[in-house]
């Protein structure tokens, strides 16, 4: 075998000589490959076409690379051995291989010692370093370039969860530390390992498979050595069919005529050598440029001298078998190597700290004909739909399993039917938000309430079906729980729940322990006060809602009878006539028909509008208590005076506000209903009672509308997050019922749950928002009609007015003269 390499490395000696050339300096290669696999047969002949090719180009070089083949039989062992025996008895400068990570070891730490270099075109496992192991050179890509294209597909598809598949080998669960160092910094989670020996029997692996079908998670990432992983295009047809629709990742290698060449020659040449047929693969390019950038290295190194191994090195404790000298040459020929930069078949030949620099990987779907190209993974970029155009980063059409175009969800419900156990409280308080009722007939439990409908409502909202049933949750000794500190940690804890539903505030302390979903009430402490009226300043309350709208009343009378002549002394007794006419009886009538230059139309006008404007006025003032002003309570004021205020039993997150609101304990009281809030507030602080009740604004949202107009509220005094529903820690299903309440946040069905179980705020307004509600009432707006009549009916008069002065009445011929009227100039002062 090894004389068949010499041959082809291309020293042909007889040729030379008769030529008279002189013969090129044989340099002694060794290779270590499983030749009793594709892989090894296929990776053999592109080694021996590499030398071929290159000799060919480059007829003119001084040294030729003399192969020395050994088969390592895929046993490590087999490995080892080969390795000391290259080294040992041929001297060898440099070995090539072997195939597997595990076998890359051990010979990688026989040449290390030998300081011989070891080229692999195959062990991509980052447990072998050249920080480690220097004089070991990677020619092929570091696992962990290809976990980065892996995490970016699955965060771009918004997975947050995995399930991962490996080899139960070294190699499979040496990758899991770097795999969880690539998912940490993204939020990605692996739920389950499932770990696959190689040799495992048809009955373990449906064991294991009956297992992934039990769990919700969905994204499966499958790790495996790169044996099986090549063979997808050579595979059974019925294998590909069972891959259907599943993304992977490789090496992206442009196609061009050249390469196409290539593998139509290497494809040729195995089959004759050994009949097999089969498909090329990226290992085979790595292998091919691997041999190029050694020979290169060879060439620029130089002659060999005979003395190559001069220092024999002794081993403690060791046979004669692994006395291993000392190559002089190999510090030189591993500095060459590293400085190799060229364009080969697999791409870019360039390397930095021993190993081969990340290049574009290529992402597929596996599809009926063997895979699909959808995109690709640039280093530093990301995802793109074109390998060297980074603008796009769509992806094309993919076919997912089960033939859907639809991007899978990530998970799904356990194909065994479970259902998902959600826990409710069973208490005696607030049953507008969870209500148990127990049928009698059937025995059975009856939920209902606005956090079980606004529950419904979202899992109603989801893309997909979700089977589910009510749990009650229960304490320690087995009674059913009302706390919410027991339900979150049920789920938290003894994880006896999937998730918890009730009216539970989103705290940073449960937050620590369990994941909230998005809040689906308004948040936020609020301050509910008994309602008192400070009737002190009732004269300026009415000041204050009349002044705007008589004055300009009065203003629009004065610019009136200017425009008409009316003498300004004769305005002021106009408009004085107005509360005399509605005050007093005794004001003199009579003077009123004596103006002369004023209808008595306009002035029966104004009366008229005052009465009406006097009615609203009475109307507005005194229909409602609530138009007089409120009197103010200060959070403040209750803490310094050391007021009692109360709150309601069980809520453990509201008395640690209050505590933080400067309350000291001895004022703080428990109550159990809406009913006791009344009884406490009408008692008052100084009788027993409270000066004030403190609850979030679900709870006093209902209280108001059972006590409406009694009772006001003032705040919110502490900002909180609201009520939220609980889940696990890392639950899928926080992020998909999250989106799915502020769908129905904002729906009209949400609107009638609401109202059903809470009431309406339009249906009793709170007290406070009231106060000003006089000048509203009684604004421009209201009196408005009537000053436009008012106008309409000044302008028609005074246009008659207007007339009549114009047009000379005929006297009568009838009337004597000394009895016709004499009109007199009347001064209404007089």
Known sequence: MDQFFANIGGIDKSAAQSNGATTPTPFNVGVILDLDT???????????????????????????????????????LGAAFAAMDLLKNLEVQVIVGPQQSSDAKIVAELGNKAQVPVLSFSASSPTISSNRVPYFVRMTHNDTYQLEAIASIIQAFGWKEIVLIHEE???????????????????????????????????????????????????????????????????????????????????????????????????????????????????????????????????????????????PKKYKNLTGLLELGISELGSRLL??????????????????????????????????????????WIPRVGISRQAYVTSELKLHPIIWPGESLLKP??????????????????????????????????????????????????????PYGVPYEFVPFQVVDGENGGSYKDGVHEVAFFQNHDAVVGDITITAHRSLFVDF?????????????????????????????????????????????????????????????????????????????????????????????????????????????????IVDVDVKDLVRSGEHVGYQKGGSSMENVLKQLKFDQAQLKVYNSPEEYGEALEKGSQNGGVAAIFDETPYIKLFME???????????????????????????????????????????????????????????????????????????????????????MFVFSSLIQGKASITPRARPTNVPEHMQEVQPNVDLHQ
Not at 557 to 572: L, R
Not at 724 to 747: E, M, T, Y
């Open 38 to 76: 594709w892989n090894g047969k296929l990776t053999n002949t592109c080694i021996s076409v590499a030398v071929q090719d290159f000799y060919a180009a480059n007829n003119h070089y001084q040294t030729r690379l003399v192969l020395h083949t050994r088969n390592s039989k895929d046993v490590v």
């Open 169 to 311: 080998t070294d190699y499979g669960n040496e990758i899991i530390p770097h795999l969880m160092d690539s998912f940490q910094g993204i939020d990605i989670r692996i739920t389950y390992r499932s770990a696959i020996p190689l040799f495992a029997m048809e009955d373990q692996i449906n064991e294991e498979l009956l297992k992934l079908m039990e769990m919700h998670t969905r994204v499966f990432v499958v790790h495996m050595s790169s044996s099986l992983a090549n063979h997808l295009r050579s595979m059974d047809y019925s294998v590909i069919e069972a891959m259907r629709g599943a993304l992977g990742v490789k090496p992206y290698i442009p196609w061009s005529r050249d390469l196409d060449d290539f593998r139509i020659r290497v494809l040729r040449k195995i089959n004759i050598e050994s009949g097999t047929l089969g498909e090329l693969n990226v290992f085979c390019l790595q292998a091919y440029d691997t041999m190029w950038a050694l020979a290169m290295a060879a060439e620029r190194v130089g002659t060999i001298t005979n003395q190559s191994f001069p220092k």
């Open 335 to 376: 500095k060459e190597i590293l400085e190799s930069n060229f364009k080969g078949k697999s791409g870019e030949i360039s390397l930095v700290d021993g190993q081969l620099q990340p290049h574009i990987y290529q992402i597929i779907n596996v599809v009926s004909q063997g895979e699909n190209e959808i995109g690709f």
């Open 409 to 462: 969800k990530g998970w799904t419900i356990p194909a065994n039917g479970k259902k998902l156990k959600i826990g409710y409280p069973v208490k005696h308080t607030s049953s507008e938000f969870v209500n148990v009722n127990v049928n009698n007939s059937s025995n059975g439990t009856v939920l209902s309430g606005y956090c079980i409908e606004v529950f419904k409502a979202v899992m109603e909202a989801l």
């Open 517 to 629: 979903s998005f809040p689906y009430t308004t948040g936020g402490v609020v301050m509910v006060v008994l309602t008192k009226y400070n009737r002190s300043n009732n004269f300026l309350l009415i000041f204050e809602a009349f002044s705007r709208n008589v004055l300009f009343f009065l203003f629009f009378m004065i610019i009136y009878m200017t425009i008409f002549g009316v003498p300004f002394d004769h305005q002021i007794a106009q408009i004085y006539a107005i509360p005399c006419i509605l005050l007093s009886a005794e004001y003199p009538f009579h003077q009123i028909k004596d103006i002369k230059k004023m209808s008595k139309v306009n002035v029966l006008i104004t009366v008229v509008a005052s009465v009406v404007l006097l009615g609203i006025l009475l109307q507005v003032l005194f229909e409602d208590n609530r138009h007089l002003t």
């Open 706 to 792: 059972k006590y409406c107009g009694k009772y006001r509220r003032v705040g919110p005094v502490y900002q909180m997050k609201g009520f939220g529903f609980v889940f696990p820690r890392g639950s899928r299903l926080v992020s998909d019922v999250s989106k799915a309440i502020s769908l129905v946040v904002g729906d009209e069905k949400m609107t009638q749950i609401e109202t059903r179980w809470l009431g309406s705020e339009r249906s009793c307004p709170d007290p406070a928002d009231s106060i000003s509600s006089i000048t509203r009432s009684f604004g421009f707006d209201k009196i408005s009609g009537l000053l436009v009549i008012s106008i309409l």
